[in-house]
């Protein structure tokens, strides 16, 4: 089945530094999500992509479509200490099966 | 408030004592899921359900049921629970079609089986 690679799986960093993640596929999707979980909370979606090259921003994130539909980054610029939690990628299957598939997670931990 | 919402949130239970945790989502939508979480594996799909009556399998499906009588509930019954369905549970649901990927996820049920 789809498999989603995530990467880094942690990423320890000082406030105020930008951070970058990522996920790359073999398959292709429709659509790309970013979820932020929030510890001991369900994830909550942060940004939705629905076109191929798509860049979109939500305030201190910004997330890419890639163009062979494949992969999606996520960066978060200046960051501060309530960015900390597991982000997840998430891609939605096409053909009609509505299954989203999502990464394993990028862990971020920032020092103040 | 738009919410979904599972109980309980906590749950320590034996093995083979037949167990139900519930799921109820105010949103109107069609489309509900169950995930497990665990460390390094993220999040998988257990059972999903497209409207009412309609279910079907995710990806771990084993030792699980779900059933669809409503709209708003999805309820994910363990019959004989293992040690090895210990988890972290989560309900979402979202609506269907073009542009609705907006997942809405509950709070989590953490779930020990001894």
């Known amino acids: 089945g789809q498999q989603l690679n995530q990467s880094p799986q942690s990423m320890f960093i000082q406030e105020g530094e930008d951070v970058s993640m990522n996920c790359t596929s073999s398959s292709i999707f429709n659509t790309w999500l970013w979820y932020k979980q929030d510890p001991g909370e369900g994830p909550v979606l942060l940004i939705a992509?629905?076109?191929?090259?798509e860049l979109t921003s939500n305030g201190r994130l910004t997330a890419q479509f890639g163009i062979t539909r494949k992969d999606s980054f996520l960066n978060i610029s200046a960051s501060i200490p309530s960015d900390v939690g597991i982000y997840f990628c998430a891609g939605l299957v096409g053909g009609g099966s509505e299954k989203l598939v999502f990464g394993k997670g990028t862990k971020l931990t920032v020092n103040p | 408030e738009a919410q979904v919402t599972q109980n309980p949130r906590y749950l320590i239970t034996v093995t083979g004592k037949k167990l139900t945790v519930t799921c109820s989502q105010n949103?109107?939508?069609?489309?509900m899921s169950w995930y497990r979480q665990d460390p390094g594996l993220g999040l998988r799909q257990i059972y999903y359900?497209?409207?009412?009556?309609?279910?079907d399998k995710g990806d771990v499906p084993e030792g699980y049921k779900v059933s669809r009588k409503e709209k708003r509930n999805f309820p994910l019954i363990l019959e004989s629970p293992s040690p090895n369905q210990t988890s972290l549970y989560f309900c979402?649901?979202?609506?269907?079609?073009?542009?609705?990927?907006?997942?809405?996820f509950g709070p989590g049920t953490r779930l020990t089986v001894t």
């Open positions: 949103m109107n939508h069609e489309y």
């Open positions: 979402a649901s979202r609506r269907l079609g073009t542009g609705a990927y907006e997942q809405y």
């Open positions: 992509l629905y076109k191929a090259g």
């Open positions: 359900s497209m409207n009412v009556e309609v279910t």
